[in-house]
């Protein structure tokens, strides 16, 4: 895509065709940009500065192989002129993380991690629902079933509606979020449709034709297709109480003794199996939460330390410390 192409409602794709099944691409009434990348491809909205839709083929051979490491180098997109562009600074103090269309967890490949990391892929996300339902309840159970198939699996990411917008060039906030997983081998496909809230909670999977009413676009599946999830995708819970025999982050900027003390007393009614603090910067509020925790309680806490590369063009939350609550 050149940047003098114009904003269509037909996306061409021409250099990445491949990535879309037998070639077929989506139809959308949204004017936007096609943008293709190694291992996936992007339907972009000038208009919301985020995708309409992404588009990738997984690989349960690849899968399984060895990942690279994630580069966690946010930049913004070149291809795009300026005024279409998501910024880093609109995501900063947003209160939003930059959600992920096409997983980080999917690349297979350095470049493809690398390119994952451009903001023409990020959607503005609420900051739980993107740590805990939306990446252990939708992106894990996709890769499992892909690496349980022959052959490859077709994911479309996007999202829809709006709940306002962050920074100065107005990325839309969209009200929900869906995954639609396609199995050509078995005629299989299915979605995930979930609202773009920390209190979200994950309702059974929707056909394929559901998702193009509530979507308005035809991804040009085959007509006889089966349209349940298998059982596979069903092993995550429908409801989960993310208190409740799984985990959930407790995000400190600064030293919260209420948010402390809420840990602490679900650890001493027996609710909590294990604490890990994550931190990147903040060594000393990371070791003050862990030290006031340890010192009621009984259960040693881990300390974990991530350092995302530095990079002229990025600003990380470096001092932002993350307490991971494993549940019983």
């Not at 490859?152 to 996007?158: K, S």
């Not at 100065?168 to 929900?176: C, D, L, R």
């Not at 604490?275 to 990147?280: E, F, K, T």
Request: proline residues 8%.
């Amino acid at each position: 895509m050149g940047l003098l192409s114009p904003i269509s409602a037909f996306a061409l794709f021409e250099e990445c065709k491949d990535l879309f099944p037998n070639q077929q691409i989506p139809s959308t009434p949204q004017a936007g940009r096609d943008l293709c990348f190694d291992d996936f491809a992007i339907y972009y909205s000038p208009l919301d500065k985020k995708p309409i839709y992404t588009v990738e083929r997984l690989n349960g051979s690849q899968l399984l192989a060895p990942h690279p490491r994630r580069s966690n180098q946010f930049y913004e997109e070149a291809r795009l002129p300026m005024k279409e562009r998501a910024l880093i600074s609109d995501y900063r103090g947003s209160g939003y993380d930059r959600g992920h269309n096409v997983p980080a967890g999917d690349m297979t490949g350095e470049k493809g991690m690398a390119q994952s990391f451009s903001l023409a892929n990020m959607m503005p996300q609420a900051r739980q629902n993107n740590q805990g339902i939306w990446a252990k309840n939708v992106e894990e159970p996709t890769r499992l079933y892909a690496k349980r198939v022959l052959g490859d699996l077709y994911v479309y990411t996007g999202s829809t509606g709006s709940l306002g917008a962050i920074g100065k060039s107005g990325v839309i906030i969209p009200s929900h979020i869906y995954k639609l997983v396609y199995d050509p081998s078995k005629k299989l496909a299915w979605a995930y449709w979930v609202e773009n809230t920390n209190e979200a909670t994950m309702t059974p999977p929707i056909s394929y034709l559901e998702l193009v009413q509530k979507t308005g676009i035809d991804f040009h599946l085959p007509e006889d297709l089966t349209e349940s999830a298998p059982k596979i995708v069903g092993k995550a819970p429908l409801n989960p109480k993310p208190k409740i025999g799984g985990w959930y982050p407790v995000f400190f900027d600064q030293y919260s003794a209420a948010k402390v003390d809420e840990i602490i007393t679900k650890m001493k009614a027996g609710k909590v199996s294990s604490v890990q603090i994550q931190y990147d910067r903040n060594t000393d509020l990371a070791k003050q939460i862990a030290g006031q925790i340890q010192s009621q309680t009984d259960m040693p806490v881990g300390l974990t330390q991530s350092s995302p590369p530095e990079s002229s063009t990025v600003s990380y939350e470096r001092n932002r410390v993350v307490a991971i609550i494993h549940s019983k």
